[in-house]
């Protein structure tokens, strides 16, 4: 296998050179023969190239990588290891992924994205703490925790050497670096060393930092800062050193530079009152800031850069004083600049004007004499042997020492700030280690290369060759660890670069000689270099320039002028005019030039001694003797002596683009910086090695599909590795064996990966051959049944065809058949109906002719019958109109006296009551009655008409009879006749007659029935406003539900985040009282003296061991006149005078409340009272009386009513008063509001009965003057005559309506009443919601505080809180403790008759029957006293330390195990009780202050110990609820049984004690989370990401040199590996713990609910920060965990806890990583999919999603872009990493005992025996 393998076969991809993108890929189309001149290849525009190959001239093209190691974090990780790889995983890397950051070996490459990312924050320092390098994505904070960690673990000083091109990038990683450190590592004390350690970074951008070219914020200095830490590894100082300050940029800048930000920032300060002194103007209008053509830079505010410059000045000590001469200093350069030199006419002197504004300003400024600079700045003195001479000098030579001297000021005042800052960062303490940052420039070559440019190259050689060294090192280190046979390496040296700058006659040595020349020129000294070193391979000499030379550097060859490297090199500055500026009248002007002493550079002490890097000024005579070279040379030397002391870090930052373009890459610039920062000779160096490294089991894993069936049963992996790779490669030199990996050659792990890519490609084809036959046989099978099925279907068809055609035959002989019957029988049916209809017209002619005949004869019967029935009814008629009569005059003589008697008893009000009574029954009684009359109405009218009919019948008959009897009879029967007429004509008139009674009076019944239904109308409308009113106001209290609703939703959420921050200040609190006690004991063990020491005792009672319980600061408060009082007084009299003080003063304002709400309740009355005397009338009648008597007691009812309402509205607002001015839980809250709406809904219950009944009322009295009126009608119509009735009637109406307007005005004063009282209850609401607004700007005013002050602020605002609770509860105590002593003195008398009593009644038996049996009696008497057993302990004052002791102090938890769960608790609580009982407060304020005290040092004690925390915190818990539940409340004794009631605290309100368990609680539940999560935390990305929980889906990439051994522990312990089921049997223990201890099942949830968000938190974050675990199977493995968490919760019943629901974040992101990731419609689903993901969370993933396979495809890059287009409308938080410690607020709901106290068992492991039952 391996001899057939052939690397330039077809298909086989290529590096080629490109002159535009350095690198060009291609794919071979030919396989190339050795020896062949021509390599045919493919680009990737599938343009063909034939590539021409020789043997020295043009080499074989590098290979390519395979693609799944493509975008590795380290490039050692890559097979193939050369330039182009390099270039194309780093490019790959940083636009593709966004990733900045790569490692290459020992070296973090960091690329500038010219934008703002967010990976920088807290969190994401927390989530690299405590990880190894390889283990997370390489970052600067990965580098920074790699040399923490060393330092710690191998007890030696680390460097962190940060090196590259201006613009790349140096500074700002150097900050980010000293930021971990100063949040890892921050200061064990309040010095706050870690903010002085940042703080230094502004100032020295301000005065080192400035534009050029390449770079707005470009340092032109290099330092190096050392931070020095403790032995505990806590920040306890720092020191800077810096090298070779560009001077020449102050007096100089290029086009489109500046000079150092210091001169703009003062500049755009200069209208500032405090500067007004140094007269600035704009920075064009200075020469030194003006050069570079632009002043400005884009995005960049000077002034409030130099607001934080002077923070930071401030922030590091440097006095107001001392920053207002630094200005100076600055300003006084600028002025020094303008001064205008003019050249004589001589062209050899020079003068001033002396009227040079400039010069006045730089003398002011400087505090020197005018004349004197005047004069020196166009003079100079030389000095002979003989004698002294001025001479004068020309106006360029004054101009050049002008220069000068503004370099040199500037440079003093350099050395001086940072010797200040050094000053600042010192520290006394013990120096254990440091760790130093080296911010130095990196390579440069420009189009003109100076001196500058000569001493940064010399510094990188320097450098290069330590870099190269301990590259060397550590690779030969790693063969030697894994006994390797290692031949040396042979890397570039680059020493005799460096002999040539640095040895003797070199070219600095030969600089320093020509400078101590007379007339020294740089044409002399640039020949000696050519005569000296034009042999040497690094020199060289350009062909066209006789003042240059070349310098073979291992970058690249640089040509460096010679013009100015003398003068830069004397760094000439007259003494003259130093002199002067040593005489100035300024002290911190005269002390920059003054002369100091040499810091010795040896020192006999350990600390670590940190020397500069400049030695400060000397003599003026010595001092410029040392020329700037050998300053630079000495300094660079010392700082290799620190280096080479110390383990380094690289950091090599790179410049992608010259155009400061965000994500653009340019791959020329990209490879310059390469080659010139040592990265390629990194590559270099590995590749001649062993590169590729692998653990035996990550081998094993990744290439087990290589190995035989019995190398993969096999035990003994190593050795199955050896079979495999000694099959595989038959060059035994391409690998090699370690300990504990396999070492590869360059190329290896890409040629197995080809085996393994292979062997998978045929397996697949395989499998590909098996499916697709599969497929062809059911294809096959389908066509046959498919061909059978139409044969089939065809034969049916044609066989239904012929069958159709039969039927059809058929069919027609049928229907022939049908036809012709049909014809005949119509024929017949046709004859058959005309003989029927002949004979149905014969039959019915002769039956109509009978019928006539019948009718004739029927209807002389109707006749006869009529005439006898008229007869009959006419006589009946006249006999019912007689009784009428009679029976109407009756009736009216009885109602004259029965109205008579009405008007006398329509004048009391028990007839109005009884009238008032059968109202409505009458109304539909007369209702039916007019219904029955309109009935009998219409059926007389019917009858009548009837016989009208039947009359005019009759008439006509009698005429025609009359006529026919003419003719036959005689005239006698005539007159008869005629007689009949008559009488039958007067029947007739009297039938029209009573026509007429009955029309006229249905007439006045319809006028009657009229009015009735107008009045009923008006009721109907007046009923149907009443509702309408009723509905409004409904709706209006529906209104005020809904509000109150909304209000008390708010209000929760309010509560909720009050309770957050509560608890937050709690955590803050007690962080701080840690904090306390530290320094207290650290104070006790550094300042110990013999003897008694007192310690302070104004401590609060409840925080320390003091026996005076009513003196607490939280009483005596924050002022500083009770402060005066105390340390006047004493401890004990100050409380009480204090306390009394603000008692009174709590009482003043109190009294004066009540007198302005009392002042406004008698306005209130006295316009009640106004309002109801405009309504009544003065003068009323007796009936008007009587109507006032009833209305008066009708009122009393609904007043009384009305004081039942007050009394529910009285109780609603204490219960919200108690409910706002209580800091209470919010299941008490909930119960307040609950009280609230259920006493406004009985409220307006109440309102809408009494509406109803007012309406019921109204409706009687109307009915009941309607019903009046119809009897006064029915009498008018009686008896007209009597005017008088129906006036006494109509007083009686108007009396009824004004009882009605009476009763309308007490509804309206009703409501008007309830009204008031929603108001008052609403203005509290109001009031409540100031408060919230109050403590909400409180809360705001803290935040923009700084941290102590936050501190600080709030903990007065606590003490002022705390002390008014304390007022009014004192006060409260106060009242019901007089209200005690009445009934104790009442009770003791009762007691004593009832034992006199007891004891005459007991002596009286006694005598009887008593005295024979004495025993019996004292046995009865101890079993009474058995069974009254009230569940109480007593014991003595001086055995409560014993108490504390036994039951706190020295109690475990396995100890009370097999006894009831919070066992301490309970008898805590019983001692209390019997303290309570006997009224001994001092008793009951000593056990529980000793009680938290104790539970406070044991906790302390058992900081990391999870039982005892649980423990303590059910005991905690429960003690807390044994005080509200006996507390005597109501709230808290609904659940009580009645023993429990009876059980009740008798004498004290344990509410402030009951405030300050539930603080404790709290705390303790913060200190049990903390515990759990430190537990847990270790096991959480080895258990959730690590582990295979699935065998054998997780698989292997290969991993690069930050995995080798040197970046891991060296004991080899290292981190413990975990498994999901560790970490779920762990959160069993937790659990098992919190539930025998007794814990409430809702704080269980919370801690479990905790628990889970700190496991999705780190998961995700370690997800998001690692690459080798973004892949599909992680996401099976991570889906199938988290499955496996919840179903954990289900088993223990906790998943209504909330705690799944913190898990979805992290769910999403597993299913996101198994998610298809190619269409649009797959992103679709990916957007709706994450919803718990932000938008950065989701793209970070996408972008680090990696193919453990070559079949497996990576997300490109347009998919992720529509992604983030997708997700723009999100508005979500701009951070990357979730908060590892945010906390949700914690509840303690009350859960009261059903145990009894007076069955509790104290077992006598405890030894309690001291206690007594009682």
């Known amino acids: 296998m391996a001899g057939d393998y052939h690397p330039y076969s077809k298909f086989t991809r290529v590096w080629i050179p490109d002159p535009e993108d350095v690198w060009k890929a291609a794919e071979i189309t030919r396989d190339y023969k050795e020896g062949e001149s021509v390599l045919h290849l493919k680009l990737e525009d599938e343009t063909p190239l ?211 930000h210091i001169f703009y920032q003062l500049c755009a300060s200069s209208t500032l009152p405090e500067f007004n002194d140094l007269s600035l103007t704009s920075a064009e209008d200075f020469t030194y800031t003006s050069l570079g053509e632009n002043i400005f830079i884009e995005g960049v505010n000077d002034a409030e850069d130099f607001q934080k410059t002077r923070e930071a000045f401030t922030l590091l000590g440097i006095k107001d004083s001392s920053q207002s001469s630094i200005f100076k200093v600055i300003a006084s350069i600028l002025h020094l600049g303008n001064v205008q030199i003019c050249s004589e006419r001589d062209g050899e002197s020079c003068r001033i004007s002396r009227d040079d504004l400039h010069l006045k300003h730089f003398c002011r400024l400087l505090g020197v004499e005018l004349q004197q600079m005047e004069h020196w700045l166009c003079h100079r003195k030389l000095v002979t042997a003989s004698e002294t001479y001025v001479k004068n000098m020309s106006s360029k030579q004054a101009a050049n020492a002008r220069d000068a001297l503004a370099k040199h000021i500037y440079a003093r005042m350099f050395d001086w700030i940072v010797e200040h800052i050094n000053k600042s960062l010192q520290t006394s303490s013990k120096q254990h280690s440091f760790i130093g940052v080296l911010d130095i420039y990196g390579f440069e070559t420009f189009e003109v290369n100076s001196f500058e440019q000569f001493c940064i190259n010399y510094a990188n050689e320097k450098l290069q060759q330590q870099f190269n060294s301990h590259v060397f090192k550590l690779e030969q280190e790693e063969y030697m660890k894994e006994q390797i046979p290692w031949t040396l390496i042979d890397f570039y040296d680059n020493q005799p670069c460096i002999d040539l700058i640095e040895a003797r006659l070199g070219i600095l040595d030969l600089l320093d000689e020509e400078c101590k020349v007379p007339k020294g020129m740089d044409q002399n000294w640039a020949q000696k270099l050519y005569k000296q070193h034009s042999s040497s391979v690094h020199f060289q000499k350009p062909r066209m320039s006789n003042i240059s030379f070349i310098i073979n550097h291992f970058a690249d060859k640089v040509e460096y002028h010679c013009e100015g490297f003398l003068e830069k090199n004397r760094d000439t500055v007259y003494e003259e005019q130093i002199n002067i500026l040593k005489a100035s009248q300024f002290q911190l002007v005269a002390d920059l030039f003054h002369e100091k002493d040499d810091v010795t550079s040896s020192s006999k002490t350990s600390r670590v001694n940190v020397r500069p890097a400049k030695s400060l000024p000397k003599a003026p005579n010595k001092e410029h003797r040392k020329t700037v070279g050998l300053q630079f040379r000495s300094s660079l030397h010392l700082l290799m002596e620190t280096l080479n002391a110390t383990t380094p870090h690289y950091v090599r930052c790179i410049k992608p683009n010259d155009l400061k373009e965000a994500f653009s890459f340019d791959s020329s610039r990209a490879v310059q910086q390469l080659r010139a920062c040592g990265v390629l000779e990194t590559i270099r160096i ?157 039959r019915g002619m002769f039956t109509r002719r009978i019928y006539q005949e019948f009718l004739l004869h029927h209807k002389a019967m109707i006749i006869q019958r009529s005439v006898r029935g008229w007869l009959q009814r006419r006589k009946f008629r006249r006999a019912r109109d007689a009784a009428v009569t009679i029976q109407c005059a009756y009736r009216r003589l009885r109602a004259k006296r029965q109205l008579k008697q009405l008007k006398i008893e329509a004048r009391s009000a028990e007839h109005l009551k009884k009238l008032n009574t059968g109202m409505e029954n009458k109304i539909v009684q007369l209702q039916r009655k007019m219904d029955d009359q309109s009935k009998e109405l219409r059926h007389q009218n019917e009858q009548l008409v009837v016989t009208n009919s039947s009359l005019g019948s009759e008439v006509t008959k009698l005429q025609k009879q009359l006529e026919h009897l003419r003719s036959r009879r005689d005239e006698g029967q005539l007159t008869s006749l005629q007689d009949e007429l008559q009488t039958a004509r007067e029947e007739l008139r009297e039938a029209k007659k009573l026509q007429e009674e009955h029309g006229s009076e249905k007439l006045r ?140 003063q709590k009482r003043v304002r109190e009294l004066e409340q009540e007198r302005k709400r009392l002042q406004a309740n008698v306005d209130k009355m006295e316009e009640l009272a106004k309002r109801r005397d405009s309504e009544v009338k003065s003068p009323t009648s007796e009936q008007e009386t009587a109507d006032l008597a009833y209305n008066s007691l009708k009122r009393q009812e609904l007043e009384s009513e009305n004081k039942k309402l007050k009394n529910d509205l009285n109780e609603l607002r204490k219960t919200v008063a108690e409910r706002a001015s209580q800091n209470s839980s919010s299941n008490e809250q909930q119960d307040g509001y609950n009280v609230l709406l259920s006493q406004l809904k009985s409220a307006s219950e109440e309102l809408e009965a009494r509406k109803e009944e007012v309406l019921i009322l109204r409706t009687q009295i109307v009915s009941a003057a309607a019903q009046q009126r119809d009897k006064n009608d029915h009498i008018d119509e009686n008896n007209s005559k009597e005017p008088i009735d129906e006036e006494e009637a109509l007083k009686a109406y108007h009396g009824l309506c004004e009882s009605k307007k009476l009763l309308e005005a007490q509804l309206q004063s009703q409501s008007r009443q309830h009204k008031d009282e929603l108001e008052a209850l609403h203005t509290q609401i109001e009031l409540l919601k100031d408060d919230i607004e109050k403590k909400q700007e409180i809360l705001n005013y803290t935040m923009s505080l700084s941290p102590e002050a936050q501190v600080e602020y709030s903990v007065q605002q606590e003490i002022t809180r705390l002390t008014n609770d304390n007022l009014d509860l004192k006060e409260l105590v106060e009242k019901l403790e007089k209200n005690e002593r009445k009934l104790k003195k009442q009770l003791r008398i009762y007691m004593k008759k009832v034992q006199e009593l007891e004891v005459s009644q007991a002596a009286a038996a006694a005598s009887q029957t008593g005295r024979s049996n004495p025993e019996l009696s004292r046995q009865v008497t101890v079993q009474r006293k058995e069974k009254d057993f009230e569940g109480m302990l007593e014991y003595s004052k001086e055995d409560e330390g014993l108490l504390v002791k036994s039951l706190i102090a020295d109690i475990r938890p396995n100890t009370v195990s097999a006894t009831v769960p919070c066992l301490p608790a309970y008898i805590l609580f019983m001692c209390i009780r019997h303290a309570d009982y006997i009224n001994d407060d001092q008793k009951v304020a000593s056990l529980l202050t000793s009680t938290i005290n104790a539970i406070k040092k044991v906790l302390k004690k058992n900081n990391d110990d999870f039982e005892m925390t649980s423990f303590w915190l059910a005991n905690t818990s429960r003690l807390l609820h044994c005080l509200k539940q006996y507390s005597g409340d109501e709230v808290f004794m609904t659940q009580n049984t009645t023993k429990q009631n009876e059980h009740c605290l008798k004498n004290f309100d344990l509410a402030e004690y009951r405030q300050v368990l539930s603080d404790l609680s709290i705390q303790i539940y913060q200190q049990l989370i903390k515990v759990a999560e430190s537990i847990i935390q270790p096991m959480i990305v080895s258990a959730m990401l690590e582990s295979e929980s699935i065998p054998s889906l997780a698989g292997v990439k290969p991993m690069g040199y930050r995995n080798r051994s040197s970046s891991m522990d060296n004991d080899g312990s290292g981190p413990s590996s975990y498994t999901l089921e560790a970490l779920i049997r762990q959160l069993g223990q937790f659990h098992a713990v919190m539930r025998d201890h007794g814990l409430d099942p809702e704080i269980v949830g919370q801690v479990v609910r905790q628990l889970f968000n700190c496991i999705n938190a780190v998961t995700l974050n370690n997800l998001l920060l690692r690459k080798d675990v973004c892949s599909w199977s992680t996401g099976m493995q991570l889906r199938y965990n988290t499955s496996q968490m919840e179903e954990w919760l289900r088993g223990n019943n906790l998943y209504q806890s909330k705690a799944a629901a913190t898990l979805e974040p992290i769910i999403q992101a597993a299913q996101l990583l198994q998610v298809k990731k190619k269409t649009t419609q797959d992103a679709e689903a990916i957007c709706s999919l994450c919803s718990s993901l932000t938008t950065q969370q989701i793209v970070k993933i996408l972008n680090l999603y990696t193919p453990l396979n070559e079949f497996e495809e990576r997300v490109t890059v347009s998919f992720i872009r529509n992604i983030q287009n997708r997700l723009q409308e999100r508005n979500d938080p701009p951070q990357l990493l979730l908060d590892t410690k945010q906390t949700f607020p914690v509840l303690f709901p009350y859960t009261p005992s059903a145990l009894s106290l007076e069955t509790l068992h104290i077992p006598a492991s405890l030894n309690l025996d001291f206690l007594i039952r009682v």
């Not at 990744?702 to 019995?710: D, E, F, H, I, Q």
């Not at 065809?801 to 029988?825: D, G, I, N, W």
């Not at 009657?1008 to 149907?1024: D, F, G, I, T, Y």
């Open 50 to 260: 034939e590539y021409p190959v020789g043997q020295k001239s043009n080499p074989l093209p590098f290979l390519r990588n395979p693609d799944i190691l493509v975008g590795e974090n380290d490039l050692t990780a890559l097979s193939y290891l050369h330039e182009p790889a390099v270039l194309h995983n780093l490019r790959v890397r940083f636009l593709e992924s966004n990733n900045i950051y790569t490692y290459c070996g020992i070296v973090l490459v960091a690329i500038n994205p010219y934008e703002q990312l967010q990976i920088y924050g807290e969190e994401v320092i927390n989530a690299y703490t405590g990880q190894n390098m390889g283990d997370m994505d390489p970052h600067i904070f990965a580098v920074a925790e790699e040399a923490y960690k060393q330092m710690a673990r191998d007890e030696r000083n680390q460097s962190i050497i940060v090196s590259g091109e201006s613009g790349a990038g140096k500074t700002v990683s150097a900050k980010y670096a000293m930021r971990f450190f100063a949040t890892v590592g921050g200061s064990a004390n309040d010095t706050n060393v870690e903010e002085k350690v940042l703080a230094s970074s502004p100032i020295m951008e301000a005065i080192g930092n400035a534009k050029t070219t390449r770079n707005d914020n470009s340092s032109r200095f290099g330092k190096y800062i050392q931070i020095v830490f403790s032995r505990h590894y806590h920040i306890i100082g720092a020191n800077m050193r810096t090298y070779l300050l560009e001077k020449s940029r102050v007096v100089f800048q290029a086009e489109d530079e500046r000079n150092y």
């Open 686 to 842: 590995s590749a001649a090695g062993y590169p590729s490294r692998w653990t035996y089991p990550d081998f094993f894993s990744r290439y087990r599909v290589l190995m035989k069936k019995s190398d993969i049963t096999s035990a003994d992996k190593k050795l199955a590795c050896k079979n495999l790779l000694e099959t595989l490669v038959k060059d035994s030199d391409m690998f090699q064996f370690g300990k504990t990996k396999i070492f590869f050659r360059a190329g290896q792990v890409a040629y197995l990966e080809k085996l393994r890519a292979d062997k998978f490609r045929a397996a697949c084809i395989k499998i590909q051959k098996t499916v697709r036959g599969w497929l062809q046989r059911v294809r096959y099978r389908k066509i046959r049944k498919s061909a059978v099925t139409l044969q089939r279907y065809g034969r049916g068809y044609l066989a239904r065809r012929f069958a159709e055609q039969l039927r059809l035959t058929r069919a027609a002989l049928v229907c022939q058949k049908q036809y012709r019957m049909v014809q005949t029988r119509r024929a017949y049916l046709r004859v058959r109906q005309a003989v029927i209809t002949i004979q149905a017209f014969t």
């Open 1005 to 1144: 019944l319809q006028q009657r029935v009229e009015e009735l239904e107008r009045e009923n109308c008006l009721l109907k409308s007046e009923k149907e406003e009443m509702n309408q009113k009723l509905l409004q106001h409904s709706k209006s209290l529906e209104e005020d539900d809904s509000s109150v609703s909304q209000r008390e939703v708010s209000l929760q959420s309010e509560l909720d985040a009050e309770r957050q921050r509560y608890q937050n200040l709690l955590k803050e609190f007690s962080r701080l009282e840690q904090r306390y006690d530290n320094l207290k004991e650290e104070v006790s063990l550094s300042k110990f003296h013999p003897g008694h020491r007192r310690n302070p005792s104004n401590q609060s009672s409840l925080e320390s061991d003091s026996n005076y319980p009513s003196i607490s600061t939280s009483e005596v408060g924050d002022t500083e006149d009770s402060i005066q009082l105390v340390e006047e007084m004493g401890v004990e009299k100050a409380a009480m005078d204090i306390s009394l003080f603000m008692k009174l």
